[in-house]
């Protein structure tokens, strides 16, 4: 969008997770929760992943850093005391480009025959067919579908943000 001329509000944030000894079965599937914006789930071997949040600051690394691993724990304690002695056995970060209200930009652009759909963050694997069929209804129309209105890039100019914050805890 920069080549463009176009203001994009994205920007690259690591999003972090990390993952337990094996457990005997006790989440089924998952508990998130959107005040601590993390989630614990369990997987099938019995390893729990604790995920969510992000660095608060732009970063092209995938490393993890010890700042967002300490207040992730912290809040899964938080919902769990039982796991304050657990052993971790790995961790990760991967690249997500998220905008300042965590929600995608999708609708027409400033130019012709340019559309917008960017800035999924953490949403985009699971929001791919419903944003597949309303793409291809405002391209194929030339109507904005309802749905997709409140994404509009406009909204932040306006100061009309998505409020979709807490998503972002059980998203990934």
Not at 13 to 39: D, G, R, T, W
Not at 108 to 113: A, H, L
């Amino acid at each position: 969008m920069n080549k463009l001329r176009i203001r994009s509000p994205i920007h690259t944030f690591p999003l972090q997770a990390m993952v337990s000894q094996p457990f005997k079965p006790f989440i089924n599937p998952l508990v998130s929760s959107s005040a601590l914006h993390c989630y614990v789930q369990q997987t099938s071997r019995g390893e729990i992943v604790f995920g969510g949040g992000s660095d608060p600051y732009p970063l092209y690394n995938t490393r993890s850093t010890l700042d967002l691993k300490e207040s992730l724990l912290a809040h899964a304690i938080e919902m769990f005391p039982f796991m304050a002695n657990v052993k971790l056995m790995r961790q990760w970060a991967g690249i997500t480009d998220m905008t300042p209200d965590y929600s995608p930009i999708m609708g027409k652009s400033p130019y012709d025959n340019y559309y917008l759909d960017a800035g999924w963050g953490t949403w985009g694997f699971k929001s791919t067919p419903i944003c597949g069929k309303t793409m291809a209804e405002l391209v194929a129309t030339g109507k904005t579908p309802d749905l997709i209105k409140p994404f509009e890039l406009s909204r932040f100019s306006r100061f009309q943000q998505v409020n979709e914050m807490g998503a972002t805890a059980a998203s990934h």
